[in-house]
């Protein structure tokens, strides 16, 4: 079974700054995908940005940029210019590409907290 | 074009009691996948639903149950609630449920179990 970790529970970071944030996740299979999504106060869970497994080149969705290392099964996301909108709990989350099982498997979340 | 709907966004239920929630996806959609988000244990997938046919289930008790609609609209049954029940319960819905494909989620809806 696959399994998402997320050590920071809490991150902050000064608005205009950059913040990175940090998953690591353990699977035995070759394809699949990854994913961070925002949840704000509203609780709707919102994409950020996807990285596909057998893409070497990095996701970048404007501020967001990830920092995938295969080998090293690690999957960080920067967001630069951090902006007090950008408060909110983030989730990484995977998801096999490879039989029936497509369900996404989540991190436990790092709230990040935007000081003005 | 209208995001996810699910209803009621809050509920408040005695133990014992059966609930059920509701979820409408985004028109054209065809795959409802369902989470329940707990403090203690964070996002757990419960089951998918695609044409009306359940394709994935995750590990949660028989108590829990769903079904999908023609119109593909989704719903998700509890009974025999227990305190451990209290949860905010997501839905999601995509094109075609396929691992490219990107789930839209609602805003959920809060169970409180007394």
């Known amino acids: 079974a696959q399994t998402v970790t997320q050590s920071q529970p809490e991150m902050s970071v000064q608005e205009a700054e950059t913040v990175t944030l940090s998953c690591t996740y353990d699977?035995?299979?070759?394809?699949?995908?990854l994913f961070w999504y925002k949840q704000p106060p509203s609780r709707q869970m919102i994409l950020v940005i996807r990285?596909?497994?057998?893409?070497?080149q990095n996701a970048t969705e404007n501020r967001f940029s990830v920092n995938f290392q295969k080998a090293a099964k690690s999957f960080s996301l920067k967001i630069s210019d951090s902006q007090l909108g950008d408060a909110a709990m983030y989730f990484c989350?995977?998801?096999?590409?490879?039989?029936?099982?497509?369900?996404?498997?989540f991190g436990s979340g790092t709230q990040l907290t935007v000081l003005p | 074009k209208a995001g996810v709907t699910q209803t009621p966004r809050y509920l408040i239920k005695t133990r014992g009691q059966q609930v059920t929630l509701s979820c409408s996806p985004i028109s054209g959609h065809r795959s409802v996948s369902w989470y329940q988000q707990t403090p203690g244990q964070g996002l757990q997938f419960l089951f998918e639903y695609f044409s009306e046919t359940q394709r994935n289930k995750g590990n949660f008790p028989g108590r829990f149950s769903g079904r999908q609609f023609s119109n593909s609209r989704s719903e998700m049954n509890v009974s025999t609630l227990e305190l451990g029940d209290s949860a905010l319960y997501l839905c999601?819905?995509?094109?075609?449920?396929?691992?490219?494909?990107?789930?839209?989620f609602g805003q959920g809806t809060r169970l409180t179990v007394v």
């Open positions: 989350a995977y998801r096999s590409a490879l039989g029936s099982a497509r369900q996404l498997t």
């Open positions: 999601a819905s995509s094109r075609d449920g396929g691992a490219r494909t990107e789930a839209f």
């Open positions: 699977t035995s299979e070759s394809d699949y995908y």
């Open positions: 990285q596909e497994a057998y893409k070497q």
